[in-house]
């Protein structure tokens, strides 16, 4: 499975982005997806998931309200939906899947990682 993340760029605080990760190669089941991010110098954080159906989905507590992970009409794709962006939102920006469908906040539970894609709020 591979994963192309892409709607990364610059923008000013306050602005939106829209981040969307496919998954292809051998995509027969549906996936559960998710966001993470990691920031220069931090670990990797937990942004947002969604469960294969679209019908469930986690946040983070810093970005609840401000983010939103959807599944478009695409199997095994998904947006985030970032607004009311802020410097603390600078990051790389990882979508992964995970073989059970399901959402989560453990990084150890997903099984593909796409390669990420920068995120840059200038202040």
């Known amino acids: 499975v591979q994963l192309q993340a892409s709607g990364g760029g610059l923008v000013q605080a306050g602005g939106s982005l829209r981040l969307s990760c496919a998954a292809s190669g051998s995509t027969s089941r549906p996936y559960g997806m998710g966001w993470f991010r990691q920031a220069p110098g931090r670990v990797r954080e937990f942004v947002a998931s969604i469960n294969w159906s679209g019908r469930s989905a986690e946040y983070a507590d810093s970005v609840k309200g401000r983010f939103t992970i959807s599944r478009p009409n695409v199997r095994n794709s998904v947006y985030l939906q970032m607004n009311s962006l802020s410097f603390e939102d600078t990051a790389t920006y990882y979508c992964?899947?995970?073989?059970?469908?399901?959402?989560?906040?453990?990084?150890?539970?997903?099984?593909?990682w796409g390669q990420g894609t920068l995120v840059t709020v200038s202040s």
């Open positions: 992964a899947t995970r073989n059970d469908g399901h959402e989560g906040i453990r990084a150890r539970d997903y099984n593909y």
